[in-house]
């Protein structure tokens, strides 16, 4: 079990760097760059505050298994490895006010089960102030219906699903603002854009998808849920990638190697990245998300001016 201290991050990057090279031994002179990234599946006891209050599950820690098997009856196909089963061993057997771990992985466990679009819309933050794609610091993220009225019940499963098709919105929003940052011949119009998109949505009011080439890559541990990657494909109207290869590790090697003299990200990106599978929009989806994104959209700039008036 390992224990959660607080300690200085120089510090330790400074030691796991000398650790590397002690165990390398004369190989390690063929490391240039070295990167570091968590792992998501660890789970950590805290307060209210977020402050820790006991030791860490770590994604390799064999308890859980009676959780496992209990998740696994529900439904949720959660591996060995996932934090929803160290999250479930702790509040069964050492329970506390909160368990903090990446939330898109459980996410992306929780997914499964949920179906259908929801009736609400929202733009979920955990706390105040944004800074992409939009600037504001008093900015708190909403949740309304369809007619743009504040909602506060909304179902726990409701609510969940209209975070997920968020996320999407949020994705999608930020898309926009690039192209309209980059002007006509910028962002998405060269043919090795990863970000840009494929081709226009037809009927397409919003124009997440409109114009340039590439597609959208996910990774990571909500890339696992084949619920949520359909929904990102549907409210982006077009298909997404999904690498072989989903580990974040994997992308914090290939920042490091594109800080290489001479290299640069699309050379790394091409060299390095795993091939990935296609996923395409949900017909059944796409007309629902887009009326939904419409209301996303709208929703800001209203409550801006309704702050601006009180």
Not at 132 to 148: E, H, K, Y
Not at 152 to 162: E, H, I, K
């Amino acid at each position: 079990m390992s224990v959660v201290l607080r300690i200085d991050l120089a510090t330790v990057d400074a030691r796991a760097q000398a650790a590397v090279t002690a165990a390398l031994a004369p190989r390690a002179s063929d490391i240039a760059d070295l990167s570091t990234a968590g792992t998501s599946g660890t789970v950590v006891p805290t307060d209210l505050r977020g402050r820790p209050v006991g030791n860490a599950l770590p994604y390799n820690d064999p308890r859980g298994s009676d959780e496992l098997t209990a998740l696994t009856a529900a439904g949720l196909g959660v591996r060995p490895s996932g934090a929803l089963v160290r999250a479930a061993w702790m509040h069964a057997h050492a329970p506390a006010p909160c368990y903090l771990f990446t939330p898109g992985v459980v996410a992306a466990a929780l997914a499964g089960t949920v179906l259908g679009v929801s009736p609400v819309v929202a733009y979920p933050l955990v706390g105040l102030g944004e800074r992409f794609p939009m600037v504001d610091a008093a900015f708190g993220g909403f949740s309304v219906d369809l007619s743009g009225v504040p909602d506060t019940g909304a179902d726990p499963v409701v609510r969940f699903r209209s975070v997920l098709e968020g996320v999407a919105f949020v994705v999608g929003f930020g898309i926009e603002r690039l192209r309209a940052l980059a002007g006509p011949d910028g962002f998405g119009a060269g043919d090795s854009g990863h970000l840009g998109a494929d081709s226009g949505r037809a009927g397409s009011a919003s124009g997440i998808s409109g114009g340039g080439s590439g597609h959208q890559h996910l990774g990571g541990g909500t890339s696992g849920s084949a619920v949520w990657n359909r929904i990102r494909a549907s409210a982006l109207g077009q298909p997404v990638v999904v690498p072989t290869n989903r580990s974040s590790a994997i992308g914090a090697a290939m920042l490091a190697a594109a800080g290489l003299p001479g290299e640069t990200f699309q050379g790394v990106i091409d060299r390095l990245a795993s091939p990935g599978r296609y996923v395409d929009p949900d017909p059944t989806l796409v007309a629902a998300l887009e009326d939904r994104y419409a209301v996303f959209t709208e929703t800001p700039g209203q409550l801006l001016g309704a702050r601006a008036v009180a």
